[in-house]
Nanobody
Framework: VQLQASGGGLVQAGGSLRLSCAAS????????MGWFRQAPGKEREFVAA?????????YYADSVKGRFTISRDNAKNTVYLQMNSLKLEDTANYYC????????????????WGKGTQVTVSS
């Protein structure tokens, strides 16, 4: 199983980025997918998750609610994270992950991790 994240980069505060995570090697549509992030010197933290059935359930960390949107395209085996109104504190390495359920994802009971993609927000 491979999860390949992309779309990170350098953006000014207030700007937007869209991260993508392409999955291969498993029946992608049967699992919850999500995003975590880790800033330098800090622990990895949960960002957002979406249930296996696109559109049925979502969960967001309080710090990103109203600014980030998670979505998935099961036909393309891809999950997205649209990040708007980016803040300096959103700077981190972003990782995509798969888990059996959203609840498991929130508890970091992750089956597979992807390699991170760096997001840097500048002032």
């Amino acid at each position: 199983v491979q999860l390949q994240a992309s779309g990170g980069g350098l953006v000014q505060a207030g700007g937007s980025l869209r991260l993508s995570c392409a999955a291969s090697g498993r029946t992608f549509s049967n699992y919850a997918m999500g995003w975590f992030r880790q800033a330098p010197g800090k622990e990895r933290e949960f960002v957002a998750a979406i249930s296996w059935s696109s559109g049925s359930a979502y969960y967001y960390a309080d710090s990103v609610k109203g600014r980030f949107t998670i979505s998935r395209d099961n036909a393309k085996n891809t999950v997205y994270l649209q990040m708007n109104s980016l803040k300096l504190e959103d700077t981190a390495n972003y990782y995509c992950a798969s888990a059996h359920t959203i609840a498991a994802m929130r508890s970091s009971l992750v089956d597979y991790w992807g390699k991170g993609t760096q997001v840097t927000v500048s002032s």
